[in-house]
């Protein structure tokens, strides 16, 4: 993996070099840890003009290594505990004789950009802008594969729930043994919080659990994700407890499933982000709930759990293959509840078989 990693900074210093910086500055986290393979909390990376640096704040243990670092990296911990790694680097890129240097100004905090200024004033700060990320959107198959196996730590987790008995029990209660489950199999932790709606909550995006406890009848949507070396795959189902569903349910249910469907249909090489949001917003707009769907239908998964590409009505681009992706439609309807079908696919060509499917647990209406 090694050699990957210094590929992936030979390509960032190459961008730099088109736009006439010599050094970068890589601050916001889940950049450090693409381009440098690991990192502990707070480290940033300088590519010098002379030399690669990962610089890490000194820690109680002292030492700055997390097991995944690129060994051909130099790593420095700071001499003072509290010391900040950013302006470590703007010294060490003026001693290197770096006269201008790009870095994240989106990650930066302004006191600390005029921290920098105030112990390398000659240093030119220009904005590396979102470059990294850019560079992160195209996996290669190591990281779908941790993605891969993050995706089936979540179905195994997902699995388990839904053979155990559910009514009485509260959203909170549910959410935690979820997160539970995905460390038992294997997980780092989980991708982000995990969701758990009933009744008048399901269906709801990003749902924040409550003390309400499940009933028969009601609509459980559950979304959740497990984390695996760093990488962060989703998945979003939704059920009916304890009986069979109402007509209402099963109509609304079917037309978020064909939604679901018409996206992940969209994801071939070559088509524009827009146009997949377009395919599966389309159907639940001509049904009549346009105006309270959420601003997109999808978007990149990898590091960090929401990632580019956005598929939405004004995203800009077009998909490649090898990106991975989430396509989630949801229709929540205020007091009733609502449905929400989401999974993780990485795009591929039609000669590959098309889309592929790293969530698996069935999309079939099940009474639970």
């Known amino acids: 993996m090694s050699e990957v990693y210094a590929v992936r900074r030979g390509l960032l210093r190459d961008r730099c070099a088109a736009v006439g910086s010599a050094a970068a500055l890589v601050s916001r986290p889940a950049n450090v840890r693409y381009l440098a393979g690991g990192a502990p909390p707070g480290a940033v990376l300088l590519l010098g003009p002379d030399q690669d640096v990962l610089l890490c704040p000194r820690t109680p243990t002292g030492d700055p290594a997390d097991g995944r670092t690129d060994e051909r990296l130099r790593v420095d911990l700071l001499p003072v505990a509290g010391g900040d790694p950013v302006v470590a680097a ?22 600390r950009h005029r921290a920098m200024g105030s112990v390398a004033p000659r240093l030119r700060l220009a904005d590396l802008g979102a470059t990294v990320e850019q560079l992160r959107i195209v996996k290669d198959e190591e990281e779908i594969g941790c993605l891969r ?7 195994q987790a997902l699995g388990e729930l839904l053979e155990s008995i559910l009514v009485g029990r509260t959203e909170r209660h549910l959410a935690l043994e979820l997160e539970r489950r995905l460390v038992d199999h294997g997980a780092d932790g989980p991708a982000f919080a995990t969701s758990v709606a009933t009744g008048p909550h399901s269906g709801r995006g990003r749902h924040r659990p409550s003390d309400r406890r499940v009933e028969e009848g009601d609509f459980l949507s ?38 679901q469907r018409a996206g992940r ?49 004004a995203a800009m681009g077009k998909l490649d293959a090898c990106v991975p992706v989430t396509v989630e439609p949801g ?31 069935t999309k079939e209406l099940l009474a639970l």
């Not at 990488?231 to 064909?258: H, K, M």
């Not at 309807?333 to 592929?356: H, M, N, S, W, Y």
């Open 331 to 361: 229709v929540h309807l205020p007091g009733r509840g609502g449905v929400r079908i989401d999974d993780t696919l990485v795009v591929r060509p039609e000669a590959d078989g098309g889309p592929e499917l790293l969530t698996i647990t």
């Open 222 to 259: 559950v979304c959740l994700g497990a984390n695996y070396r760093g990488y962060r795959c989703e998945i979003g189902r939704t059920f009916v407890i304890g009986t069979a569903p109402a007509d209402w349910q099963i109509e609304l249910y079917d037309l978020v499933f064909a939604a």
């Open 149 to 155: 196996i993050a995706a089936e730590i979540t179905d």
């Open 265 to 313: 249909e969209a994801l071939v090489p070559g088509a524009a982000y827009r146009d997949v949001d377009r395919a599966a917003r389309h159907l639940l707009d001509s049904a009549g709930y346009g105006e309270g769907l959420a601003p997109s239908t999808g978007h990149g998964v990898g590091l960090e759990i929401d990632e580019d590409p956005q598929l939405a009505p």
């Open 90 to 111: 703007a010294d060490l890129a003026t001693s290197q004789g770096a006269e201008s240097l790009a870095v994240e100004e989106h990650d930066l905090t302004v006191a």
